[in-house]
């Protein structure tokens, strides 16, 4: 497969950037904007906040301006949700995430590290 897409692999990363950090902030719209039939956590609480880095973040990481700093911080506020409220918490708690519902956190988490990794342009940090 590597033979027909390869030569699409720099459009395919950015497409899947663009696609990841705008699903990203969609979370932080629905939080602090009441988007999606969201509502508006208090003030300075760790929702409020985890809403604004999912909301610039993802704006950041869509538009590829840092968007490395911007996924790793996503990646790292990602494991600690998965951590925080599937590991530990919650009525289902376990490490597994089939089982706890924390596949989308982990997908986000490493989604994220890997952009982290590659920066914003198709070619990768130094490509």
């Given at each position: ?5 390869g ?11 663009v696609?990841i ?7 932080g ?30 704006l ?8 490395g ?42 989604s ?16």
């Amino acid at each position: 497969m590597e033979r027909y897409l390869g030569k699409y692999s720099p459009y395919l990363y950015v497409a899947m950037r663009v696609m990841i950090g705008l699903m990203f902030a969609c979370h932080g719209a629905q939080k602090h904007l009441g988007a999606f039939g969201g509502s508006t956590p208090p003030a300075f609480n760790q929702f409020w906040i985890g809403g604004v880095i999912e909301l610039v973040g993802g704006l950041l990481i869509a538009v590829g301006v840092f968007a490395g700093y911007a996924a790793f911080l996503c990646s790292g506020m990602m494991a600690v949700a998965y951590v925080q409220f599937h590991w530990f918490g919650g009525q289902n708690a376990g490490f597994w995430p089939i089982l706890n519902g924390g596949e989308k956190a982990l997908m986000y988490a490493f989604s994220f590290l890997y952009i982290a990794s590659r920066g914003s342009r198709p070619g990768g940090m130094y490509g």
